[in-house]
């Protein structure tokens, strides 16, 4: 069995970029043909569930602002076949509303497949490890900013792997925040993570494709 842990931000960015969209259907079948275990510590889904509409919103906004931007542009520089432009691109803008449903739709879909994740609580021993983390000044706290979320989050990593471990299961932890978790190479972990990311069945990535590349080509 492949465990797949997802950070906050990597279920934020597969429920509202239209580019992830083969990524949700790739964890779907996985999920389902057995092969994956979605691991999602609950601090995550709480995260997730406080931000996913402002993520929406946003993501909304922005394709607004763009469409206003190259319709000025197409206006100004457009030339003899620039109302042929506009009047495609109005008809993009009446259908921004459906595309901003179509986000909440992929909203729903992760949703289901958090749900349907191992749900890990968070445990006193995580609390403990992150807060010497901090003590230690050891990455997520080698930089100036609040990273206990994230110290926890990779210590349930730890943790879940010392208590499911075996010669058959593989264990994958995601991000996209190389910020916090990352080396200078954001395609490996922070030197500081290394003792848990030793073991040849234990693998890190900065990827949610590569991820699913190395489960099933």
């Given at each position: 069995m492949h465990y797949l842990m997802l950070d906050t931000c990597v279920?934020?960015?597969?429920?509202?970029?239209?580019?992830?969209?083969?990524?949700?259907a790739a964890l779907e079948s996985l999920v389902a043909a057995g092969l994956v275990k979605l691991v999602i510590p609950s601090l995550v889904i709480e995260e997730y569930d406080r931000n996913k509409g402002d993520v929406a919103d946003k993501t909304r906004k922005r394709l607004s602002q763009e469409f206003k931007q190259v319709r000025n542009v197409i206006d100004e520089f457009g030339g003899a076949e620039k109302d042929?432009?506009?009047?495609?691109?109005?008809?993009?803008?009446?259908?921004?509303p459906l595309l901003s449903e179509a986000n909440y739709g992929t909203i729903s879909r992760v949703?289901?497949?958090i749900d349907?994740?191992?749900?890990?609580?968070?445990?006193?021993?995580?609390?403990?490890?992150?807060?010497?983390r901090a003590l230690d000044k050891k990455a997520p706290f080698h930089i100036s900013k609040n990273s206990v979320a994230d110290a926890i989050i990779i210590e349930l990593f730890s943790e879940y792997i010392l208590c499911n471990d075996s010669e058959e299961?593989?264990?994958?932890?995601?991000?996209?925040?190389?910020?916090?978790?990352?080396s200078k190479d954001h395609r490996q972990p922070h030197?500081?993570?290394l003792s848990?990311?030793?073991k040849d069945n234990v693998h890190y990535f900065n990827s949610t494709s590569a991820?699913?590349?190395?489960?099933?080509d």
């Open positions: 279920l934020l960015d597969i429920s509202t970029r239209k580019n992830d969209l083969p990524i949700v042929k432009a506009i009047d495609i691109l109005n008809d993009v803008n009446a259908r921004l949703e289901v497949l349907e994740s191992v749900q890990v609580p968070v445990s006193d021993s995580a609390k403990l490890a992150a807060v010497q299961n593989n264990f994958i932890f995601i991000t996209h925040n190389h910020n916090d978790f990352s030197e500081d993570f848990i990311f030793q991820a699913i590349s190395l489960i099933d």
